[in-house]
């Protein structure tokens, strides 16, 4: 659990300009996620097979494009692995008001 101590001024308009800011970038990395997912259910459904197995069993040589192909499935892999990572990142956060 991640706590955010905000210490204003000014009032709580500030925890809530936070907080939306907050709200903003999740809904942007839920959108590139939905992205994300799609690129990767295209390679999925093309060679007929999870993301696990490719990542266990294939090479480059496997795939008809080769290598660029081969790094773009794995690259949208290592992007989900983060964005995902940051998302729960931002979900834990608590607020704490001084």
């Known amino acids: 659990m991640t706590t955010v101590q905000i210490k204003s001024d000014t009032g709580n308009d500030t925890i809530d300009i936070i907080k939306t800011a907050i709200d903003a970038e999740l809904k942007r990395l839920e959108l ?3 992205r994300t997912e799609r690129q990767i259910a295209k390679f999925e459904d093309e060679y007929k097979i999870s993301s696990e197995i490719f990542l266990l069993k294939f090479t480059a040589e496997d795939m ?3 290598d660029p192909e ?3 499935w794995a ?3 290592k992007i989900k692995e983060r964005i995902l990572a940051d998302i729960n990142r931002l979900k ?5 008001a001084k």
């Open 92 to 96: 834990e956060i608590q607020y704490v």
């Open 70 to 72: 081969y790094i773009a």
């Open 75 to 77: 690259g949208e892999l």
């Open 32 to 34: 590139g996620l939905q």
């Open 64 to 66: 008809k494009n080769g």
